[in-house]
């Protein structure tokens, strides 16, 4: 019923968000703002003991902050649709270069996307492997949009599981790595790879597969961003909770079937607003603070830094649901039984060996700060790849930076893309 009860809530939401979008609308009518100058009536708060600062002020006040809470009630809400990257084109050199969307393959569960940059010399090939942890890929567009000056830049488009019909079948960790593999060839030879968080034990794997078997689109270099390699180094509380029950636990408790009147209706799924709460709660005082603050820079009519908490919140209340065969055996192969340090990773049957990578330059980022994937874990990718020079090894501890640092924001863009640069450009000649 977990599923069924979020969607009676999200109903009930909407409509709450829509009176409030309604009633904002109306107040920001010529004719209530003239009455609010003059004779805008006492709020309801009026005379009661108020805990919301602000509020009891002058009519003009009241009338703002009224406003402002109907917009901001109509703005707060969890969806399931994919906002659009909005990338329409990127400054390189001197210039404005014009990005349009291909989509260069297609299964059930994800597209590869290209972002073209038609007429534009060739450049190196990069595929963005986009964690599948309950946010879409757009979460990546600021990753996205910092390589796109130097590079040909592809992305994992992962689907929303509750879109997907039973038909298409499962979506587990082997079919992950497939994926990453069959994209990996879709790109041709000489290509790079790079993971943000989730994704890089399973981009590693890939690639020891693909080296294992001399596959010719084995890819030149390998970035793996803050991302799960060994969790039994320096745990994080996430790390802990994944270890903190048993597996009948986590599929009794965070599995939940997509009801009726959805594509993938009947489809098991861990859910993504389960996702988002879980986060949400790891910095429940900051997003409330957020909030509070966005009340006050709708009411102040400050719309630079309302806008900018508008899209944040926008891309993060945006949420997909994951297969709960790929969420439930990667919490048991990754996070409990470390099946890929340990040495004991099959995908398909296949032995995982790290050691056949000898050709592939690997670069490993973390974050100084980082809550989720905690420092040390991404780097045990070094020391798996054995049979990797250490001169094609590099490793890059970014300081200051949290989880979402590493990948976006100032300090990804001056400080750490740098790095990824530099080693796609070395491994490309």
């Known amino acids: 019923m977990l599923y069924e009860m ?18 904002g609308r109306w107040l920001d009518t010529p004719w209530m703002s003239g009455w609010s100058a003059n004779s805008w009536p006492a709020s309801p708060w009026m005379g009661m003991p108020v805990a919301m600062p602000g509020w009891d002020m002058d009519p003009m006040e009241n009338w703002r902050r009224s406003l402002a809470a109907c917009q901001l009630i109509a703005q707060s809400g969890v969806t399931h649709t994919r906002p659009a990257w909005e990338i329409a084109s990127v400054p390189v050199g001197n210039r404005e270069v014009e990005v349009v969307e291909e989509v260069i393959q297609t299964t059930a569960f994800a597209t590869l996307r290209r972002f073209a940059k038609p007429g534009h010399p060739a450049q190196p090939r990069i595929l963005v492997v986009a964690p599948l942890s309950g946010h879409f890929a757009t979460l990546l567009r600021s990753t996205v949009r910092t390589l796109l000056p130097d590079h040909d830049v592809y992305v994992t488009d992962w689907h929303n599981a509750r879109d997907v019909p039973l038909s298409a079948g499962q979506f587990d960790f082997d ?223 970014q300081n200051g930076a949290g989880h979402y640092g590493v990948f976006s924001g100032r300090r990804w863009s001056n400080e750490i893309y740098p790095l990824v640069r530099e080693m796609v450009a070395t491994n490309s000649v």
């Open 6 to 23: 979020y969607q009676t809530m999200q109903d009930w939401a909407g409509q709450v968000r829509a009176v409030s979008s309604l009633a």
């Open 175 to 397: 079919g992950f790595v497939e994926h990453v593999i069959a994209f990996l060839r879709a790109i041709g030879p000489g290509g790079h790879v790079l993971a943000v968080c989730q994704p890089a034990a399973a981009v590693l794997a890939a690639v020891a597969l693909m080296a294992a078997d001399r596959d010719r689109a084995t890819p030149r270099s390998m970035t793996l961003m803050a991302g799960p390699v060994d969790t039994r180094i320096n745990p994080t509380e996430v790390d802990k909770l994944a270890t903190s029950k048993p597996m009948r636990w986590f599929e009794s408790h965070l599995i939940g079937t997509v009801p009726p009147g959805f594509p993938g209706s009947g489809r098991r799924v861990y859910p993504g607003f389960v996702q988002l709460l879980s986060f949400m709660a790891m910095n429940l005082d900051r997003h409330t603070r957020a909030h509070m603050r966005q009340w006050d820079n709708l009411a102040r009519g400050d719309t630079a830094a309302a806008e900018t908490h508008r899209k944040f919140y926008e891309e993060y209340f945006s949420v997909m649901d994951l297969p709960a065969e790929f969420y439930l055996q990667t919490i048991e192969r990754i996070f409990q039984r470390h099946d890929l340090p340990a040495g004991t990773l099959h995908v398909r049957g296949q032995k995982v060996e790290p050691r056949a990578i000898t050709r592939t330059a690997v670069l490993t980022v973390e974050g100084e700060l980082d809550d989720i994937c905690g420092i040390g874990q991404t780097m045990a990718a070094l020391d798996l790849c054995s049979g990797l020079s250490p001169l094609r090894k590099r490793h890059h501890l």
